[in-house]
């Protein structure tokens, strides 16, 4: 099992662009969140899908959107980015509330 | 004030020693998970608990649902512990909201 996987580990991209981050979760979970996670600071929540649905959302503007596929993998999305959107983007995977979180190695994206 | 407090932000141990963590939080929960980050980002789900006490190896964590409190507890220690451990609560649906996390630093 591969666990939760996350791709690119690494992105350096010019403010103003759009830049799409994916997830693979662990197998077996159903639900994916994303989260944003600032130099020093603790991972803030931006949104989960379940169902291929968005269920819940964090304080994010609209600039982030993401997807769910069928197979459960998802996209985290952010277009114009800004300077302060540098950050470590991180994916967890569950199967719904029922089990204990896994997470992925993180994007870091650096915004130039 | 933040919903997920933890104590102290900063911990520096020698080799052998008892490590004791806290966290305090202000929300209804359904669980409290205990996570391990080392530099370079990847998160490693340690504990998560919904009452008493876990043990894993080294590791103890414990949770007391009135007083809102968890500790994660570390007996002797190791340098290969040094690393930021988060306090993270999950409330409505698998949301989590996390502390700041404290670093942990364990010299041989």
């Known amino acids: 099992d591969a666990g939760v996987t996350q791709s690119p580990t690494h992105l350096i991209k010019t403010r103003g662009q759009q830049v799409t981050l994916r997830c693979s979760p662990k197998s077996g979970h159903d639900t994916v969140s994303w989260y944003q996670q600032a130099l020093g600071q603790g991972p803030q929540f931006i949104f989960q899908?379940?169902?291929?649905?968005?269920?819940q959302r964090g304080n994010f503007p609209d600039r982030f959107s993401g997807h769910q596929f069928p197979n459960y993998s998802s996209e985290l999305n952010v277009n114009a980015l800004l300077l302060g959107d540098s950050a470590l983007y991180l994916c967890a995977s569950s199967l719904r509330e029922y089990t204990e979180a896994f997470f992925g190695q993180g994007t870091r994206l650096t915004v130039v | 004030k933040n919903e997920v407090e933890q104590s102290p932000q900063n911990l520096t141990a020698q080799e052998g020693e008892f490590i004791t963590i806290n966290c305090s939080y202000s929300v209804g929960i359904s669980a409290l998970h205990w996570l391990q980050q080392h530099p370079g980002g990847g998160i490693v789900s340690l504990f998560m608990l919904s009452s008493g006490k876990k043990k894993h190896g080294r590791l103890i964590a414990t949770i007391n649902i009135q007083e809102k409190h968890s500790s994660l507890h570390i007996t002797a220690s190791h340098p290969r512990d040094s690393a930021v451990y988060i306090c993270?609560?999950?409330?409505?649906?698998?949301?989590?909201?996390f502390g700041e996390g404290t670093q942990l630093t364990v010299n041989p």
């Open positions: 899908y379940y169902e291929e649905e968005e269920r």
């Open positions: 993270a609560v999950r409330g409505s649906g698998s949301r989590l909201t």
